[in-house]
């Protein structure tokens, strides 16, 4: 049973009585497992790419609506940053995990490094556009805006399915040994 406490201000659930996770034959519970495995440094890989996309989306629509923080030489520094770091993840994935993958459990791989190709072009438009002759005409802010958008719901959905398909499989298919190499 558990007893509801109030501490700093937030409410917490403290057990009335030791709570037993099950454990593996190496004695360590699948939670923490779960926290500890190597695998846990791509969803902070995401989560950061995930507020560049959100920061660089926020700046062209700050330009699209002609507000504070729109600033054309900033977003394209967010999107050179973001391109880079996202192209290293990208390279880690393709060339490490999935193939690892890959040998374990069969189509799977080709699907994540498809859609990887597909937010390059999605990038390569982008720059495109940032570098295109029409940034004085009325849609072009518009424009840019409408392209951070799609390429923001593009990876996003993408690190989702990874997160929710492809890391499970990972922490099932390899040892926490085999994890850290």
Do not use: W
Not at 85 to 111: G, Q, S, W
Not at 118 to 143: A, C, H, I, P, W
């Amino acid at each position: 049973m558990a007893t509801p406490g109030i501490q700093n201000g937030g409410v917490t659930v403290m057990a009335a009585e030791p709570v037993v996770a099950p454990v593996d034959q190496n004695g360590h519970s699948a939670a923490a497992l779960r926290l500890s495995s190597p695998i846990r440094i791509f969803l902070f890989f995401h989560k950061a790419i995930r507020t560049e996309l959100d920061g660089l989306h926020r700046t062209a629509l700050a330009l699209a609506t002609n507000t504070s923080g729109g600033d054309i030489k900033q977003l394209m520094e967010k999107c050179h940053f973001l391109r880079s770091i996202y192209k290293h993840h990208c390279n880690a994935e393709d060339e490490v995990i999935f193939p690892a993958l890959d040998i374990r459990v069969k189509n799977v791989a080709r699907t994540y490094s498809l859609e990887h190709e597909g937010e390059s072009v999605l990038f390569d438009q982008l720059f495109t556009l940032l570098r295109s002759d029409m940034k004085n005409e009325e849609s072009y802010k518009r424009e840019l805006a409408s392209c951070t958008g799609a390429l923001q719901t593009s990876i996003s959905q993408h690190m989702s399915k990874e997160e929710e398909q492809v890391f499970p499989l990972l922490r099932e298919k390899f040892s926490f040994e085999e994890q850290h190499h």
